[in-house]
């Protein structure tokens, strides 16, 4: 599977959107983008996944580059509750479908 | 999205027991489960894949003989941690996954267990 880059910390303000960003330069063609967050002390959970076109859900947007090097996670209205551990995972599904866990981006919402 | 759930949360127990922790996909059938192991203020780590009716196949690393893994039903995967010590303290966490259509399988967490081993 491709290896992602994200940065370590990410802070922004309730009530603005949150854009995280990631890079995945060495995706290939049949893996997918997901993202994953994990709050203190619990299983991750499933945010939002997309192969080339902008995924939105009632949790998040995706936005990926054409080139499908990198992509971005919108939260549009973040709140304290948004406060995590976000995991960009790149991931070829089917058979060869494992999760590897970078270290992600602890983003935290401030009041 | 699908719910996993995964029992018990917490357990401490002595050195030397086993522990066993189940995970249960509760509205979807998982033929593959997952088991991951997290120590503190690092990120999740394989141990090993579950397929329902078959062996597990266990990351590099990862005792096969320490950490039984059974995955008899659609529903249920068991995770075992024999005789245990110290520093298989850990918190563990399973999943789940859905298949979905196609290639676009998720996986769905569990809440994860916390052992404590004295």
């Known amino acids: 599977d491709a290896k992602t880059t994200q940065p370590p910390s990410m802070d922004c303000a309730e009530g603005r959107a949150a854009n995280l960003p990631c890079n995945h330069s060495t995706i290939s063609g049949n893996e997918y983008v997901y993202w994953y967050r994990q709050i203190h002390s619990q299983g991750p959970q499933y945010i939002i996944h997309?192969?080339?076109n902008n995924e939105t859900n009632e949790m998040a947007s995706l936005i990926i580059t054409e080139d499908r090097k990198s992509s971005t996670l919108i939260l549009p209205h973040a709140t304290l509750r948004d406060t995590a551990v976000y995991y960009c995972?790149?991931?070829?599904?089917?058979?060869?479908?494992?999760?590897?866990f970078g270290k992600g981006t602890l983003l935290t919402v401030n009041p | 999205g699908a719910v996993v759930s995964q029992h018990p949360s917490w357990v401490i127990c002595k050195s030397g027991t086993s522990v066993k922790i189940e995970c249960r996909s509760l509205?979807?059938?998982?033929?593959?489960m997952f088991w991951y192991r997290q120590f503190p203020k690092q990120s999740l780590m394989l141990m090993a894949t579950?397929?329902?009716?078959?062996?597990?196949?266990?990351e590099q690393g990862v005792e096969k003989d320490k950490f039984l893994i059974n995955h008899a039903s659609l529903t249920l995967s068991t995770l075992t941690v024999t005789s245990a010590h110290p520093e298989d303290s850990s918190f563990y966490i399973c999943?789940?996954?859905?298949?979905?259509?196609?290639?676009?399988?998720?996986?769905?967490f569990g809440a994860g267990t916390r052992l404590s081993v004295l």
């Open positions: 997309g192969l080339k």
């Open positions: 509205d979807f059938q998982a033929t593959t």
């Open positions: 995972i790149v991931s070829g599904g089917g058979s060869n479908y494992k999760l590897t």
């Open positions: 579950s397929n329902e009716g078959s062996k597990a196949t266990y």
């Open positions: 999943s789940a996954r859905d298949p979905g259509q196609g290639e676009e399988d998720i996986q769905y």
